[in-house]
T-cell receptor
Framework: GAGVSQSPRYKVAKRGQDVALRCDPISGHVSLFWYQQALGQGPEFLTYFQNEAQLDKSGLPSDRFFAERPEGSVSTLKIQRTQQEDSAVYLC???????????????FGPGTRLTVL | QKEVEQDPGPLSVPEGAIVSLNCTYSNSAFQYFMWYRQYSRKGPELLMYTYSSGNKEDGRFTAQVDKSSKYISLFIRDSQPSDSATYLCATESNDYKLSFGAGTTVTVRA
């Protein structure tokens, strides 16, 4: 079956431009996550949705970062006025549900590599 | 201080060798411990997870967790060139938020 897909795979932006990154989770997955992976580092949590509700946005680095999932499926991560330090791979993950009493595997997409010049 | 610290690489081993990867973590509340494999320009994929302390074996891979010392290990036996990748340890907090180590890049030489 289809996994998590992300688009675009690569994005080059000039400093100050706005960008929008899209995530299509696995069909039926309730939970959706965004992570940021800097070069040579592990992914860092950005935000978490359960259906359309954004339950945790504690990892968003600044108010220039905004995420939405209006219909509980596709999600968009938007970065306004991009800065060079925003250059990273942005990973989306989804899981079927979040049951605190059991393990819930997060399935990752291939990521969007953002380069800010 | 990061919640999960991972031994820096890179590691280069000959084919057939045992690969040993290690991490430490700081939060004793963590219950799930994962190892992900990430190939170049791909997303991480789950190799295996362990709940609480103990060992777990899956083919050539063995994961160990020692909660008393907050130590996580992954062993790869009879390593193959196809095992060449970056390996990330991770822990789960708040029932959903993954905390990753920085990753160790492994190269298995044919």
């Amino acid at each position: 079956g289809a996994g998590v897909s992300q688009s675009p795979r690569y994005k080059v932006a000039k400093r100050g431009q706005d960008v929008a990154l899209r995530c299509d989770p696995i069909s039926g997955h309730v939970s959706l996550f965004w992570y940021q992976q800097a070069l040579g580092q592990g992914p860092e949590f950005l935000t978490y949705f359960q259906n359309e509700a954004q339950l945790d946005k504690s990892g968003l680095p600044s108010d220039r970062f905004f995420a939405e999932r209006p219909e509980g499926s596709v999600s968009t991560l938007k970065i306004q006025r991009t800065q060079q330090e925003d250059s990273a791979v942005y990973l989306c993950a989804s899981s079927l549900y979040q049951d605190p009493s059991s393990y819930n595997e997060q399935f990752f997409g291939p990521g969007t590599r953002l380069t800010v010049l | 201080q990061k919640e999960v610290e991972q031994d820096p690489g890179p590691l280069s081993v000959p084919e057939g060798a045992i690969v040993s990867l290690n991490c430490t973590y700081s939060n004793s509340a963590f219950q799930y411990f994962m190892w992900y494999r990430q190939y170049s320009r791909k997303g991480p994929e789950l190799l295996m997870y362990t709940y609480s302390s103990g060992n777990k074996e899956d083919g050539r891979f063995t994961a160990q967790v020692d909660k008393s010392s907050k130590y996580i290990s992954l062993f790869i036996r009879d390593s193959q060139p196809s095992d060449s990748a970056t390996y990330l340890c991770a822990t789960e907090s708040n029932d959903y938020k993954l905390s990753f180590g920085a990753g160790t890049t492994v190269t298995v030489r044919a």
